[in-house]
């Protein structure tokens, strides 16, 4: 497939995948009782109120990217009300959650149906797999096509899922933390994270030196088990 047609799958997976966890979040927060994010629009799986949202995160700076390296680069964002979540944080705890739930669905259903085309006859375990790549069709065109969508969408949610599960501030499991916190240490963390907003890019930046020594032997994990009995390493 050119690199270009390819570049666009990734980018299409990623509005997707973006557009379902910031969905989830703003699902929860509703449940939860913070209306922020439904008033604005973002209870919804069409893109368009997210892309209204964050225009540079989830159009420019992907296209950018993709153009220039060949898969996406951006971000997204759900509002909510912080008052809402200082007074209830474990339901702030649980809409935090939610989005990387989102992403966690998205790499059980690209398994289960790259484990029915297995079962089918349609897809085989490759000699090598790449980030992208974790399963080939017996047949060319549309077959190699959908192989491929599977494999980023199951890559690319990985991503997403392991990113925003590190509990560094601004990053999802960060917000989770009330869960395992007592009330206290909650309003106190609470507390240390408005105050210190300069901890957001610090998280930031933390994450991204971490992320490679977490993702790649997940990734092999991941993939190991769509094929039990293969070993990739």
Do not use: C
Request: neutral net charge; charged residues 10%.
């Amino acid at each position: 497939m050119p690199e270009l047609a390819e570049g666009l799958v990734y980018y299409a997976v990623f509005l997707f995948s973006t557009t379902l966890h910031e969905a989830a979040h703003a699902w929860a927060a509703k449940r939860g009782g913070d209306l922020t994010a439904y008033h604005g629009g973002q209870v919804s799986i069409d893109p368009l109120p997210h892309i209204r949202r964050e225009p540079f995160g989830m159009v420019v700076l992907p296209v950018i990217s993709v153009l220039l390296s060949g898969w996406p680069f951006g971000f997204a964002s759900a509002p909510y009300d912080p008052n809402w979540a200082r007074r209830h944080p474990r339901r702030a705890a649980w809409m935090a959650l939610a989005g990387p739930g989102a992403n966690l669905a998205l790499i059980v259903i690209a398994a289960i149906l790259i484990n029915i085309g297995v079962a089918l006859g349609v897809f085989y375990s490759p000699d090598s797999i790449s980030f992208g790549h974790v399963t080939a069709a017996r047949a060319g065109g549309f077959a190699d096509a959908v192989a491929l969508l599977l494999g980023v969408l199951l890559s690319l949610n990985l991503v997403l899922f392991i990113l925003n599960m590190l509990p560094l501030p601004p990053l999802d499991g960060s917000g989770a933390l009330p869960l395992l916190l007592s009330p206290e240490a909650t309003r106190r963390y609470q507390d240390f994270i408005w105050r210190q907003r300069a901890l957001g890019w610090i998280g930031i930046i933390v994450a991204w030196q971490v992320f490679d020594f977490l993702f790649n032997p997940l990734f092999l994990m991941a993939v190991n088990l769509l094929y039990p009995g293969v070993s990739y390493h």
